[in-house]
C-alpha cells in the first residue's frame, strides 16, 4: 500500500506525480526544484537554489513525520559540474555522519530552467 504525501510549504507537483510517496517503511521524494512556495520565485545563486532544494524537501520530510537523518539516499542534478562545491557545502550543512549515499549528475536542462534538483530516498 502506498501513501501520498503533500504540503503546501513545498512547490506543487509541475506534472504527473507526487511530491513523495510513502510505501512499506519507505519515503520516496521526487526531485525538488528551488522554488520558493510562497512567491513561485526562483533565485539566481547556486548556493541559494541548493538551499531552497534542501527546504523543500525539509518540508516534504516534516509533513511526513519524518527528517534529515533518517535519509538513506539522494539524488542530485546539477546544470554545470563547476557548481559542485557550492552544491557541496550547502548540503552538507543538512546531514550529520553517516551520510546518506548520493549520485550527482550533470544534466543538460532542468524544469523551469534551475540549475539544481535533489531527490531523496528515507526510512520512516
Known amino acids: 500500500m502506498?501513501?501520498?504525501?503533500?504540503?503546501?510549504?513545498?512547490p506543487s507537483a509541475?506534472?504527473?506525480y507526487s511530491q513523495?510517496?510513502?510505501a512499506n517503511g519507505m519515503l520516496y521524494v521526487s526531485g525538488q526544484?528551488?522554488?520558493n512556495p510562497a512567491t513561485g520565485e526562483v533565485s539566481a545563486d547556486i548556493s541559494e537554489?541548493?538551499?531552497?532544494?534542501?527546504?523543500?524537501?525539509?518540508?516534504?520530510?516534516e509533513e511526513?513525520?519524518?527528517d534529515f537523518s533518517k535519509v538513506v539516499r539522494c539524488g542530485i542534478f546539477i546544470k554545470n559540474m563547476d557548481d559542485f562545491a557550492k552544491i557541496n557545502e550547502v548540503y552538507g550543512t543538512y546531514?550529520?555522519?553517516p551520510y546518506p549515499a548520493r549520485a550527482t549528475v550533470e544534466v543538460s536542462r532542468?524544469?523551469?530552467?534551475?540549475?539544481?534538483?535533489i531527490d531523496a530516498i528515507v526510512i520512516l
Request: aromatic share 2%.
Open 95 to 97: 546531514f550529520i555522519e
Open 2 to 10: 502506498k501513501k501520498q504525501i503533500s504540503t503546501t510549504k513545498a
Open 33 to 35: 526544484i528551488p522554488v
Open 49 to 61: 537554489q541548493t538551499k531552497q532544494s534542501m527546504e523543500n524537501i525539509k518540508a516534504i520530510l
Open 110 to 117: 532542468l524544469p523551469k530552467d534551475v540549475l539544481v534538483e
Open 14 to 16: 509541475i506534472g504527473p
Open 20 to 22: 513523495a510517496i510513502a
Open 64 to 66: 511526513a513525520g519524518t
